[in-house]
């Protein structure tokens, strides 16, 4: 495990889903590692976000499809963690979603379906 | 079919659309701009610089009114590498204040003040409506649909931004129905604010320059990124471009990691310590260049700005505002063009690329096809900024007998890891696709 792990995570469930962690770097070697970590979520709390109510999920995934999935690159590049595997199962939460469109675009297993939140939803920069 | 209200329908306010359909309704071509924010700008993000004075082809007096931040008078080029050291070329030309060659920009300011422009200009502008799709009939695309209701016009223009969903359902891109991994990059961005004076002194802008600083982090576990750091009226822009391929195995290490190990970089720390974080964002980064093109044209149809691809990024600097407004005046002329022969095919479209080919922004990608390639090598990110680092701590060290400039190069190369070769051969890939 490297010394990276965040903070608060919940692990997932090895045996079960078969994701187990593809080798990392070493990264005890850098002084990146030693650096606290802010909570992106706090973070996110600086932009100003609509939310929309919870009948409308602009970004759905399959989290059978990610129980196989090779990679997990969505935890990896995803500004706002928005995914994150729970006991073992693809927790995605899209409500912090600042609509990149990354995780379309490194989800090759093809788990993620993306549309544009409806129009006055979602995230609202006052600087940009 | 009914009959079109609209001969154009530009979708998307950014620089790409704005400028298109500024430029259209100045060639008397009934326009109508749908954008999805509420408000111009309030989904855009860049970092961001914009250079050049593009603008003027449709709005000549746009630096008397265009709401930019600083001008850049203070260009910063730095290795930053991870176990502390900085190696940064800084360069100061007060010329710049008056002389202007770029501007920070806040695209929640600019995009707004574009679509007042549109306004004036004479288009419809609509905001707070999702295009939800192109809509075709025989393979022609003949409006755009949202909420199930189609609106139609003669040519759509599709200036929908890096993560262009419209190309995507239109099926302009090539048969792909994803896009490129290897195409985009991530930009994560946050906006610290400083007081104005905080910032004039410690920056040494003056109240009427600005600094423009673009860094290479080291980093040995293979993650491809480059920082930025841009100074605003009263806050900084600071952020990372990083290659998404290279996030791939990285354990848990994520993408607000980097950011986050950027601003805590000490050379970086020292120039924004007690900034108070007020914005956070992240938005796709276009840079796989002329081979990464979607569609251009197509029946009743064009695409523009990073839709289409048009944003040259090396990671480090970036520059897609400017060919945004250039591609959307190029798209525009070619719709004025249809216009007046009275034919929408792609074949009559088609202009659209030969004013491209003659406003030389094909000839700009053409060139610059290999500078990803180049940039994102990854000796310059794992290797080049401890080497730099090695080599200043030898010189400084006033240890012992003298020894020439060479003799610590070399040393420095062992200690680093680089040899010889590659650094011919990085420093003539870079002199020959700079
Ligand atoms: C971190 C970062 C740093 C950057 N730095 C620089 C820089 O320093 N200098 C520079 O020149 N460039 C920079 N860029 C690139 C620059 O931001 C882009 O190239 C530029 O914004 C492209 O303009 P555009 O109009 O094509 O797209 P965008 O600015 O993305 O505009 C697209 C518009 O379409 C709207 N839209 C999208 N979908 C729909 C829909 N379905 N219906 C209705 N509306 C829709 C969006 O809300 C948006 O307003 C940077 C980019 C990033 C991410
Ligand atoms: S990349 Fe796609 S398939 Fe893999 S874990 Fe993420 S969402 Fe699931
Ligand atoms: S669009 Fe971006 S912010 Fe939203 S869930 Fe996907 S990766 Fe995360």
């Not at chain 1, 690159?73 to 595997?85: H, L, R, V």
């Amino acid at each position: 495990m490297s010394a990276h792990s965040a903070p608060a995570q919940v692990p997932k469930n090895v045996a079960g889903g078969g994701h187990g962690h593809v080798a990392a770097p070493d990264r005890e070697a850098s002084p990146l590692a030693k650096l606290p970590k802010l909570d992106v979520k706090a973070r996110l709390g600086a932009a100003k976000f609509v939310t929309d109510g919870h009948d409308f999920a602009h970004i759905t995934v399959d989290p059978d499809i990610c129980d196989t999935c090779p990679h997990e690159m969505c935890i990896n590049t995803c500004p706002a963690k928005c995914f994150e595997f729970v006991n073992g199962r693809m927790q995605f939460t899209y409500e912090d979603c600042v609509e990149c469109g990354t995780c379309d675009i490194v989800c090759t297993p093809g788990s993620v379906k993306w549309t544009n939140p409806r129009a006055s939803f979602g995230v609202n920069y006052r600087y940009g | 079919m009914s009959r079109s209200q609209y001969q154009c329908i530009v979708v998307g306010g950014g620089f790409a659309g704005a400028s298109a359909a500024i430029r259209l309704a100045q060639k008397g071509v009934k326009t109508l701009l749908v954008e999805r924010a509420d408000e111009g700008g309030a989904k855009n993000l860049s970092g961001g610089i914009l250079w050049g004075n593009d603008l003027a082809a449709i709005l000549p007096d746009w630096k008397a009114t265009l709401p930019v931040e600083r001008p850049v008078s203070n260009k910063k080029v730095g290795f930053l590498s991870e176990n502390g050291p900085a190696f940064v070329i800084d360069f100061h030309d007060p010329a710049l204040k008056t002389q202007t060659v770029g501007y920070a920009v806040l695209r929640a300011k600019t995009d707004k003040w574009l679509l007042e422009q549109a306004k004036k200009a004479g288009v419809t502008v609509v905001t707070g409506v999702n295009v939800e799709g192109l809509a075709k009939q025989n393979g022609r695309v003949v409006g755009v649909q949202q909420s199930g209701e189609t609106t139609y016009a003669d040519v759509v223009i599709v200036a929908d931004g890096a993560n262009s969903r419209l190309t995507l359902q239109g099926d302009l891109r090539h048969g792909h129905k994803k896009l490129d991994m290897d195409h985009y990059a991530l930009g994560v961005k946050e906006i610290l604010k400083l007081p104005r004076a905080t910032i004039e002194e410690r920056f040494g802008t003056g109240t009427d320059g600005g600094m423009a600083g673009e860094f290479v982090l080291g980093r040995c576990d293979g993650v491809l990124a480059g920082g930025f750091l841009y100074t605003n009226q009263d806050t900084l822009s600071l952020g990372v471009v990083i290659n998404l391929p290279s996030m791939k195995n990285q354990g848990e290490l994520t993408t607000h990691d980097v950011v986050e190990q950027f601003r805590n970089h000490p050379y970086i720390q020292s120039l924004v310590k007690g900034a108070e974080l007020v914005e956070y964002g992240a938005h796709l980064v276009p840079e796989g260049g002329y081979q990464a093109f979607s569609e251009l044209c197509g029946d009743g149809v064009l695409v523009v700005g990073d839709a289409a691809g048009f944003c040259f990024s090396n990671g480090i600097v970036i520059q897609g505002m400017n060919y945004a407004v250039r591609s959307g005046i190029c798209a525009a002329d070619a719709v004025a063009h249809a216009v007046k022969v009275g034919d929408f095919s792609a074949v009559t479209l088609a202009q659209y690329e030969r004013n491209l080919e003659s406003d030389g922004i094909m000839d700009d990608f053409r060139n610059f096809k290999n500078v990803s390639k180049f940039l994102w090598n990854p000796r310059l990110f794992q290797k080049y900024p401890d080497f730099l680092a090695n080599v200043f701590r030898r010189m400084l060290k006033a240890e012992g007998p003298k020894k020439k400039m060479r003799a610590h190069l070399t040393e420095a190369m062992k200690e680093s890891g680089v040899s010889k070769a590659d650094i011919l051969r990085d420093g003539l890939n870079g002199g020959m696709n700079l």
